[in-house]
């Protein structure tokens, strides 16, 4: 029984292919598009819009006014270089005659 099933099964697939029939591919022609006219031209666009400008800066504050300086010291009396005393002022002038100097 054994060799029985083992004898069927190679006899079936033997016969099974020697049945067989190669096949032949189908060639199936494809359409090849083929470009049509130009049309027509196309209207022209709007144009674009003109981009913001920007802001001016603020101006910027003003200064402070600066501090009034301080005061000079006074100066000192003039005094007679030979002895270091103060000098003595000078006397009145007396009215005298009128001097005209020509220039040269």
Do not use: H, N, W
Request: neutral net charge; proline residues 9%; hydrophobic residues 35%.
């Amino acid at each position: 029984m054994k060799y029985s099933f083992l004898l069927l099964a190679l006899v079936g697939s033997i016969a099974l292919t020697a049945c067989d029939r190669p096949t032949t591919p189908v060639v199936v022609p494809v359409p090849v598009a083929v470009p049509g006219p130009a049309g027509a031209t196309g209207a022209t666009g709007a144009t674009g819009s003109t981009g913001s400008t920007g802001t001016t800066g603020m101006t910027g504050a003003t200064g402070s006014e600066g501090s009034q300086g301080a005061s000079g010291a006074a100066g000192t009396s003039g005094y007679d270089g030979a002895t270091g005393a103060k000098g003595e002022p000078g006397a009145a002038g007396k009215p005298g005659d009128t001097v005209i100097v020509l220039p040269k």
